[in-house]
Structure formats: C-alpha cells, structure tokens
C-alpha cells in the first residue's frame, strides 16, 4: 500500500520561510514526476511547481523567485522551500506523486493529506 506523508506546514510571520517534505512509502516500482498543490477555501486546487524525474523543474508565476521544489530519489521524498512568504500563500498543501506501485503496469496519481501553511501579516 502507498502511502504519501507530508510534513513542515505551520504557521510564519510574511518574509519568513519553510520547507515541506512529502515522503512516499510502501513497494514502488518507479517515481515519474512529483508535484506540490495549494488550495485555499473555495477555490480549485493550484499546481505550485512540478519536478520530472530527471530534475526539471517548472513553478506558478506567482511563486517564481520564492519557492523551490527538489527530491531526493533514494528517500523518494519531494521538498518545497518557501522563502520570503506572503499572507497571499497561506494555504493547505498537497504533495501530489505520480508512480508505479509494486505488481502493476500503469503510472497512478497518489495524493498526500495536506499540510496547513499560515502567513501571517
């Protein structure tokens, strides 16, 4: 069974930083590219950036400069560094990966369960 545990949400005065960790567990065959979205209440579920399996990165305008996605493929984890934070990026965010389980085929979107990031003004 896969898992995807996310960590590193919390809350932080605008400026400030963190770092979101989602780690996948359980029998994976292969990690093709892993994602990080945000969702504030009301609104669609927003991509913030995306890392392919070899290393490509790609961000939303609106985090370009500030945050940065890496991963490290041995620990099959995906980070996300948020520097100079806003109020404006106060959300929950998922981790989103897409892989081959252990005994199957086909790729699979798998979820994590989200973490809060609060900005504070």
């Known amino acids: 069974q896969v898992q995807l545990v996310e960590s590193g949400g919390g809350l932080v005065q605008a400026g400030g930083s963190l770092r979101l960790s989602c780690a996948a567990s359980?029998?994976?065959?292969?990690?093709?590219?892993m994602d990080w979205y945000r969702q504030t209440p009301g609104k669609q579920r927003e991509l913030v950036a995306t890392?392919?399996?070899?290393?490509?990165?790609t961000y939303a305008d609106s985090v370009k400069g500030r945050f940065t996605i890496s991963r490290d493929n041995a620990k099959n984890t995906v980070y996300l560094q948020m520097n100079s934070l806003k109020p404006e990026d106060t959300a929950v965010y998922y981790c989103n990966v897409d892989l081959i389980p252990s005994g199957s085929y086909y790729f699979t979107h798998y979820w994590g369960q989200g973490t809060q990031v609060t900005v504070s003004s």
């Open positions: 890392i392919t399996s070899g290393g490509s990165t």
């Open positions: 359980g029998s994976i065959s292969s990690i093709n590219t």
